[in-house]
């Protein structure tokens, strides 16, 4: 059974300072790894997404790396802003047939001005 | 701009009382998912759908609770009775094939 796992839990950080957010998954068997983004009291906004076969991902100031053998994530967000305080989550996709992400419980971060 | 809509968005009810929250999903999509979201399990799928029917509903407690898509426009996902121990977000996701999954805003759900 996939297990996803953040840590940690909570993250604060001032303005201007990067950010980096772990993942590990305990299953390589995987066919993608996805960043989603929670601020509080809405639903869930899609970052970025790596392929399995892919090694990282880049949007703007936020870059993903995964390395599958190892069972890990990375994102870092570059230059952090106030802006970027929400909930941040993994979830990854089995490579067998089907839809079902396993998400991790998330990173809670705080960005002080 | 594209986005799946949930009702409704809040619902206080009493333990014994149905409840039914309804999703919208993405014109063209053809993959519905419906998850659950507290404090202590963290997100949780529920069921999935694809073109309509029902492809994994694992995750969900089947005494009491019921997912259907009556059309290609509309997922529904019901709870009779409800009890306490329902009380969280129910998010509505949708997609296209093993792609990326758009959320909904989340019906939050207090059983009293």
Sequence with gaps: ?113 | DARVTQTPRHKVTEMGQEVTMRCQPILGHNTVFWYRQTMMQGLELLAYFRNRAPLDDSGMPKDRFSAEMPDATLATLKIQPSEPRDSAVYFCASGFGRETQYFGPGTRLLVL
Excluded: M
């Design chain 1, 1 to 113: 059974k996939q297990e996803v796992t953040q840590i940690p839990a909570a993250l604060s950080v001032p303005e201007g300072e990067n950010l980096v957010l772990n993942c590990s998954f305990t299953d390589s068997a995987i066919y993608n790894l996805q960043w989603f983004r929670q601020d509080p009291g809405k639903g869930l906004t899609s970052l970025l997404l790596i392929q399995s076969s892919q090694r990282e991902q880049t949007s703007g100031r936020l870059n993903a790396s995964l390395d599958k053998s190892s069972g890990r994530s990375t994102l870092y967000i570059a230059a952090s802003q106030p802006g970027d305080s929400a909930t941040y989550l993994c979830a990854v996709k089995p490579a067998a047939a089907g839809n079902k992400l396993t998400f991790g419980g998330g990173t809670r971060v705080l960005v002080k001005p």
